[in-house]
């Protein structure tokens, strides 16, 4: 059975790009938009890997990320996060909230999926 990973990317093209090459690569895609319902989404969805882009609309990645880690049935789920915004000291402020890997926009392909098999222990 193909693992499942959530896609929490506001950009329709960044969101279908990564949702694509998942899907190419074998794993199931649950793609999210809104940042407000992902943990409701995740709770549903089970995934085995979420990818969190950090700039959303109405809600910030960094606090998203830090709401599944508080959560008893999410905390275990790792997160890859997916920024544009990549300045000094936005790693460590994203890995503090708990992502377990973080990838610098624009995503280079190989090193997107080296992450995502790296976390799902693919």
């Known amino acids: 059975?193909?693992?499942?990973?959530?896609?929490?990317?506001?950009?329709?093209?960044?969101?279908k790009?990564?949702?694509?090459?998942?899907?190419?690569?074998?794993?199931?895609?649950?793609p999210v938009a809104d940042g407000s319902n992902v943990v409701?989404?995740?709770?549903?969805?089970?995934?085995?890997?979420?990818?969190?882009d950090i700039?959303?609309?109405?809600i910030n990645g960094v606090e998203l990320i830090a709401q599944l880690k508080s959560d008893k049935a999410l905390k275990h789920v790792p997160v890859l996060a997916?920024?544009?915004?990549?300045?000094?000291?936005?790693?460590?402020?994203?890995?503090?909230?708990?992502a377990q890997d973080y990838l610098a926009k624009p995503v280079s392909i190989g090193p997107f999926m080296n992450s995502v098999r790296q976390l799902l222990d693919d």
């Open 55 to 58: 700039q959303l609309p109405n």
């Open 82 to 98: 997916v920024t544009a915004y990549a300045g000094r000291g936005d790693e460590d402020r994203i890995r503090e909230a708990g």
């Open 40 to 52: 409701g989404t995740a709770k549903k969805s089970e995934p085995a890997l979420i990818i969190m």
């Open 17 to 30: 790009l990564f949702c694509d090459v998942l899907k190419a690569n074998g794993y199931e895609v649950v």
């Open 1 to 15: 059975m193909a693992k499942r990973i959530l896609v929490v990317e506001d950009n329709d093209l960044n969101r």
